[in-house]
């Protein structure tokens, strides 16, 4: 959780299975100066990234675990 003017953290499941899926939504305050992080844990990988910055306003994105150490941004 946060507030406006504060940057909130979101770690994806690390022990996920092929076909999880995880809905990450900013809220209203999110901006540049409050981004929504979200993060792998262990060895995997989102798209290639260790990281997913959201920073618009009501910005969301979909993860889903495709295989071994893969997320799939959506």
């Not at 994806?12 to 979200?38: H, Q, W």
């Not at 993060?39 to 295989?67: C, R, W």
């Given at each position: ?16 299975e092929a076909g999880d899926v995880v809905y990450v939504k900013a ?48």
């Amino acid at each position: 959780t946060g507030s406006a003017g504060a940057g909130v953290g979101a770690a994806l499941p690390a022990s996920p299975e092929a076909g999880d899926v995880v809905y990450v939504k900013a809220n209203a305050g999110a901006g540049t100066s409050a981004p929504v992080k979200v993060t792998v844990q262990g060895s995997h990988l989102i798209d290639g990234l260790a990281e997913v910055v959201l920073q618009s306003p009501d910005a969301a994105a979909n993860f889903i675990y495709v295989t071994t150490n893969v997320w799939k941004v959506f």
